[in-house]
């Protein structure tokens, strides 16, 4: 059974530093991995999505990787700044149509 | 850009009562997706649509019932509501199973 892990589940860094949020699965038989920031109570923005046989996908301050072998990605944000204060979520795609296991979210707090 | 709609935004419903939460894809994607996020929780996995077939289940009640239209839009119809049933409810469209998952604002479910 696929389970989604993320460490650390909380994280406090000064405004500029960079982040750094692991995501681990215990099947690496996936199909795409995705990456979501969710603000309290919103819904769930798409940052990324790696698909099964890229190693990494950036877009702006963002970069993630994927290591399929090992069951891991890591989300990279560069230069943090309190806007990205949010919960960022790590979901699997472990079958052919598209269903989502997430992981509980790693908690963010960028300190001016 | 289009985005994922889902109506209404809150509903507040009593014990044993019905819901009907709605949920329109953004245009030209055929695959749609039901998730609860329950208070602290990461979002579970509900049931899914493809091409206003059902595609997958997940751990959807059997109080509860989903169908998509000719249209695509879906509804998420919810019975008998206990005060468990209280969550995010969100509902997600992407293009085929294996691309990037769009997520609507959710509807804020609470019984009281």
């Known amino acids: 059974k696929q389970e989604v892990t993320q460490i650390p589940a909380a994280l406090s860094v000064p405004e500029g530093e960079n982040l750094v949020l692991n995501c681990s699965f215990t099947d690496s038989a996936i199909y795409n991995l995705q990456w979501f920031r969710q603000d309290p109570g919103k819904g769930l923005t798409s940052l990324l999505l790696?698909?099964?046989?890229?190693r990494e996908q950036t877009s702006g301050r963002l970069n993630a990787s994927l290591d399929k072998s090992s069951g891991r990605s890591t989300l990279y944000i560069a230069a943090s700044q309190p806007g990205d204060s949010a919960t960022y979520l790590c979901a699997v795609i472990t079958d052919s149509w598209g269903k989502l296991q997430f992981g509980a979210g790693t908690q963010v707090v960028v300190t001016p | 850009a289009a985005g994922v709609i889902q109506s209404p935004r809150h509903l507040i419903k009593e014990k044993r009562e019905t819901a009907t939460l709605k949920c329109y894809p953004i245009?030209?994607?055929?695959?749609v997706y039901w998730y609860q996020q329950g208070p602290g929780q990461d979002p579970q996995f509900l049931i899914s649509f493809y091409e206003k077939m059902q595609s997958d289940k997940g751990s959807i009640p059997d109080r509860f019932s989903a169908q998509q239209f000719s249209d695509y839009h879906s509804e998420l119809n919810m019975s008998s509501l206990e005060l468990g049933d209280s969550a995010l409810y969100f509902c997600a469209s992407s293009r085929s199973g294996f691309t990037e998952a769009f997520f609507g604002q959710g509807t804020r479910l609470t019984v009281v």
């Open positions: 245009p030209r994607h055929d695959t």
């Open positions: 790696i698909q099964s046989s890229q």
